[in-house]
């Protein structure tokens, strides 16, 4: 989890190195991320909506159900499932009664886990979220503090289901909450960003090559 300082500075990119513009990189993405000075903010809120029916927070919330209920919360994603102090004990059975479906993603908050292989996963939970109650539903993505695990997911939710390049997505959520998911994770955006892009101009090329 990156501090709010004294938090590493952004080299600048050597002079003969140039990125494509359908390039990501990690360091586009911390710039997105920090301020000028290359510090990142830790959150002042204990959470936010980032997206329309989109909440961002930490697990003091995701714990609180007379807070959720309150904000109309029908679906909950714990992106930190577990038992240690980097995350956070709920269940399925913690919500019973409560009228909140809960979802559960056991990650670590370290740039060597692998949360990508959760990306699809987490997309399609916050969609069918989304689309509950004819379109009404709300659903609440926590980890521990709301800063790393939970806003990559959501992030990669904008990127598989709204097309949103990783830099608007970033942007996106940076814009309602202060974020800072770790290098590994920003760099599994990116590489989310490529495949999508690959998969897009994949299906221009067989678009163009069937054209009657």
Not at 37 to 42: E, K, M, N, Q, V
Not at 147 to 150: D, I, L
């Given at each position: 989890?990156?501090?709010?300082s004294p938090?590493k500075?952004?080299?600048?990119?050597?002079?003969?190195?140039?990125v494509?513009d359908n390039?990501?990189?990690v360091?586009?993405?911390?710039?997105?991320?920090s301020?000028s000075?290359?510090?990142?903010?830790?959150p002042?809120?204990?959470?936010?909506?980032v997206?329309?029916r989109?909440?961002?927070?930490?697990?003091?919330?995701g714990?609180?159900?007379?807070?959720?209920?309150?904000?109309?919360v029908t679906?909950?994603?714990?992106?930190?499932e577990?038992?240690s102090?980097?995350?956070?004990n709920t269940?399925?059975?913690?919500y019973?009664g409560?009228?909140?479906?809960?979802h559960?993603?056991?990650?670590?908050?370290?740039?060597?886990?692998?949360?990508?292989t959760?990306?699809?996963?987490g997309?399609?939970f916050i969609?069918?979220?989304l689309a509950?109650?004819?379109g009404k539903?709300?659903v609440?993505?926590h980890c521990r503090?709301g800063?790393?695990?939970?806003p990559?997911i959501?992030i990669a939710?904008?990127m598989?289901?709204?097309?949103?390049?990783?830099r608007?997505?970033v942007?996106?959520v940076r814009l309602k909450r202060?974020?800072?998911?770790?290098?590994?994770?920003?760099?599994?955006?990116c590489?989310?960003?490529e495949?999508?892009?690959?998969e897009?101009l994949?299906?221009?090329?067989w678009?163009?090559?069937?054209?009657?």
């Open positions: 989890m990156k501090k709010s938090a500075q952004l080299p600048p990119p050597p002079a003969e190195v140039t494509p390039e990501v990189t360091q586009q993405l911390n710039e997105l991320l301020n000075s290359g510090f990142y903010s830790l002042t809120q204990h959470f936010n909506e997206f329309p989109i909440y961002v927070g930490n697990a003091f919330v714990q609180n159900l007379m807070r959720l209920q309150k904000l109309g679906h909950i994603l714990n992106a930190a577990g038992n102090f980097m995350h956070v269940n399925a059975e913690f019973a409560s009228g909140i479906t809960y559960g993603i056991q990650a670590n908050d370290k740039p060597q886990f692998n949360l990508s959760f990306f699809e996963e997309a399609d969609e069918k979220a509950h109650n004819n539903g709300k609440y993505v503090e800063y790393s695990r939970s990559t959501v939710y904008l598989l289901r709204h097309k949103l390049d990783a608007v997505a942007a996106t202060e974020i800072g998911p770790n290098d590994g994770f920003l760099r599994q955006l590489q989310l960003n495949k999508l892009a690959k897009v994949g299906g221009l090329i678009c163009i090559k069937n054209i009657p």
